[in-house]
């Protein structure tokens, strides 16, 4: 049975109302038969549902789905996506251990690794995407003990060559963490690499209109153990309803990704075609510096483009007041087109060098591109650089 009917299939077990669409189940905690039971069931000689915070069966269903589409043995759902992240590094990592990670993050996973863990002994080497084996190689240290990593990155759309990485981590005995939220398990799967743990922010495409928070994290069972473990005792579960919500969006998710993709090349096609903007950046525009390595790895671009303007934060102001279409929003992977400037926004907390290191200019505009008719979307950014070049040129 292939993944796309799988993901329309997996559901929770009908109960005795013989429910068509898979029920929901808004329950704080669950009953015992008997006292024998509930004894049973605390000391894990028999398998059921307790208590939300450590399982609930609208939760499961979508982690069985995510565990699917993944190709994992286990997972967990967190109630947001730094939950899953923050679990996948702090329900393994202890103090003295050491971590390495592309310097290409989300702004928050960045102060993870170098604020919170700093305070727990946990020490860290940052490396560019595009640092070749042998310095990735180099980076590995005695007490290195996990690999983290984003590809494609937010928001520069840098890529990690997971084959690299995975060969690596194999041969160090490494743990290989990959953020795959932009790509998502329809254009990329990390596990067919080497990755041990596969972490989503689901409340981008895996939700995909921008309803509901949530995280997961799937991978090998031995190390989605000690994160359950970890996420059991602290509590950062997710919403029944939130999963629920969730699982029905995966129905759809590969019908969507394919749509995204297509609108965003068309899109980043049209825009690189423009003297107004001054640099388009796309995976699988043949001018991104790893088109190659986004041609082996994934089978489409995604739906994430940037854009970089002349003219600093006003020429970007000015673009964004002359469209019609986007929304503004730090979010993205909705149905809907969203935008944000990165520099004063998702990446505003990060230090001036930080933010050079990283690409990421006062010009740079990060497009989620959606599920619109691609020629209005054309037409409206078209009309946006022309109009936001001028006001520059006025001022001038």
Known sequence: MQRKTKAIRIQTKKTQYREHSTPLFLTSSFSFESAEQGKALFDETEEGNIYSRFSNPSVQEFVDKVCMLEGAEDGLATATGMAAVFASMAGILKSGDHIIACRALFGSAHQIITQIFAKWGITYTYLDADASEEQWEAAVQPNSRMVYLETPSNPGLELVDLAMIGRICKKHNLIFNV?????????????????????????????????????????????????????????????????????????????????????????????????????VNYPYLPSHAQYELAKAQMNAGGAIVTIELEGGFERVSAFMKALTIPTLSSNLGDTRTIITNPFTTTHSKLKPDEKAALGITEGLIRISVGLEAVEDLIEDFTQAAVVSAEVIAEKI
């Not at 996420?231 to 995966?250: D, E, I, Q, V, Y």
């Not at 995204?260 to 690189?272: G, I, P």
């Open 179 to 279: 953020d795959n939220c932009f790509a998502t398990p329809i254009i990329q799967t990390p596990a067919d690499f080497g990755a041990d743990l596969i972490v989503h922010s689901a409340t981008k495409f895996m939700d995909g209109q921008g309803r509901v928070l949530g995280g997961v994290v799937v991978g090998k069972a031995e190390y989605i153990a000690p994160i359950r473990f970890f996420c059991r005792h602290t509590g950062p579960s997710m919403s029944p309803f939130n999963a629920w919500t969730l699982s029905k969006s995966l129905e759809t998710l590969e019908l969507r990704m394919e749509r995204h993709s297509q609108n965003a090349l068309r899109l980043a096609e049209a825009l690189e075609a423009l003297p107004e903007v001054k640099k």
